[in-house]
């Protein structure tokens, strides 16, 4: 019986996500095929050409735009972001810092800040029990 992981294998948009890349900007080669799962691993151990190129210049995917802009993918939307921007781009945008940018990075800002002072109530509890032993 083989094992399951040597015959797993996903479409191409979804090995593009676990990449991080925009699928429409990978070669015809790598869209009109499937990947198995020792060929995303060897993709991400050793990236072709091509795929160092998309990392660094693009055009990014939303997820990966959000991330470079710190904001979340709602966010973009808000902002009227809604396809894939090159390096160049987003620099430029982190250049221009318009109203919505400067906007959305302070509401993720208060959205991490939110999700700490909950991670941090949750462990009190647990700190103030061993405390009362």
């Known amino acids: 019986m083989k094992s399951q992981q040597s015959t797993q294998t996903m479409k191409p948009a979804t090995a593009a996500k ?6 429409p900007a990978t070669p015809a080669s790598f869209q009109e095929g499937v990947v198995s799962r020792a060929e995303l691993n060897e ?5 072709p050409e091509w ?3 998309l990392r660094r210049n693009g055009p990014h995917p939303r997820p990966v735009v959000a991330a470079k802009l ?10 009227g972001v809604t396809e894939a921007l090159t390096t160049e781009q ?3 945008l982190k250049q221009e810092q318009p109203e919505w940018l400067e906007k959305e990075r302070a ?5 991490r800040k939110e999700a700490a002072r909950l991670k941090n109530l949750k462990r009190e509890p ?3 029990d061993a405390e009362r032993r």
């Open 18 to 23: 676990k990449l991080g890349v925009y699928l």
């Open 43 to 47: 993709l991400q151990a050793n990236p």
């Open 51 to 53: 795929l160092r190129e």
């Open 126 to 128: 647990k700190e103030s």
């Open 107 to 111: 509401t993720q800002a208060e959205v």
């Open 90 to 92: 987003i620099e430029a």
């Open 70 to 79: 710190g904001v979340s993918i709602a966010g973009l939307a808000r902002g």
